[in-house]
């Protein structure tokens, strides 16, 4: 499985973003996806994560009530809606694809994309 995130860029506080994570390769809209973030200094971290038909959804609590995680199973695409963005939110986010485990850790990650940098400014 190929993963390619795009979206990332430079916001200011309270903005929005939406991310994508295009897969390609063999029955990628049957993972499991996740989004994780590193940002600059920091380990890297688990955002949001989506089971392969959209019924069972995870976030992290830093995340929760702002951002949202969707995905379209018909384009092989994994989205990450963020609003209401903070200075906090800047990092790195990668999009992932489960093979087995906890959707909130990153060894259940098979496949990784190349991560999209978002920068948020005060």
């Known amino acids: 499985v190929q993963l390619q995130a795009s979206g990332g860029g430079l916001v200011q506080a309270g903005g929005s973003l939406r991310l994508s994570c295009a897969a390609s390769g063999r029955t990628s809209s049957s993972f499991g996806m996740g989004w994780f973030r590193q940002a600059p200094g920091k380990e890297r971290e688990f955002v949001a994560a989506?089971?392969?038909?959209?019924?069972?959804?995870y976030y992290a609590d830093s995340v929760n009530g702002r951002f949202t995680i969707s995905r379209d199973n018909g384009k092989n695409t994994v989205y990450l809606q963020m609003n209401s963005l903070k200075p906090g939110d800047t990092a790195v986010y990668y999009c992932?694809?489960?093979?087995?485990?906890?959707?909130?850790?990153?060894?259940?990650?098979?496949?990784w994309g190349q991560g999209t940098l978002v920068t948020v400014s005060s």
């Open positions: 992932a694809a489960v093979g087995s485990g906890s959707y909130y850790y990153e060894s259940s990650y098979d496949y």
């Open positions: 989506i089971n392969w038909s959209g019924s069972s959804i």
